[in-house]
């Protein structure tokens, strides 16, 4: 039977937010620079608080690089939906959906178990049309996976 998904993108891919990440990254740089540089050039403080200054400044730009860490990784074995503070692995046949609907902060993962994983990594934030391709993309891999495994005899 000849594939009639010739838009199915090339395995493995990752899907995240490119332009949102990129403005996290930078953010974090220029925060953590930012905050250091006025702790260094403050006068009268002493180690200690300058000190304080540069972990204060670690630890803002440590979130705003946990905030750009989502991404949604699809290869032949199946799918790694990685979100701010967990990674999930996800077998094909463990994804029933891919939901992306108007409003909705992030795709969402149907799962065979009942529940609903979000996945952060396809988001509609700065980039909608973006995120829509991707939902796409991978709610045609899912389909095409979930359909090549209906196919596989069983013995």
């Known amino acids: 039977m000849p594939d009639t998904t010739p838009d199915l993108p090339a395995l493995p891919v990752t899907f995240r937010p490119g332009r949102t990440r990129a403005v996290l ?15 260094m050039l403050l006068d009268g403080l002493g180690t200690g608080e300058r000190l304080s200054f540069a972990l204060t400044a670690l630890l803002l730009a ?13 290869d032949e074995a199946g799918v790694t939906v990685v979100n701010l503070t967990t990674k999930r692995r996800l077998a094909w046949a463990e994804i029933i959906r891919v939901n992306l609907r108007q409003g909705d902060p992030w795709a969402f993962l149907d799962l065979s178990d009942g529940t609903s994983l979000p996945a952060l990594g396809i988001q509609p934030g700065i980039a909608k049309q973006r995120a829509i391709q991707d939902a796409r993309a991978l709610r045609a891999l899912v389909e095409a996976r979930s359909a090549a495994a209906d196919e596989t005899p069983r013995g």
């Open 25 to 39: 990254t930078v953010l974090a740089v220029l925060t953590f620079a930012a905050i250091t540089a006025v702790g």
């Open 62 to 74: 440590g979130v705003l690089f946990l905030l750009a860490r989502p991404r949604v990784t699809a």
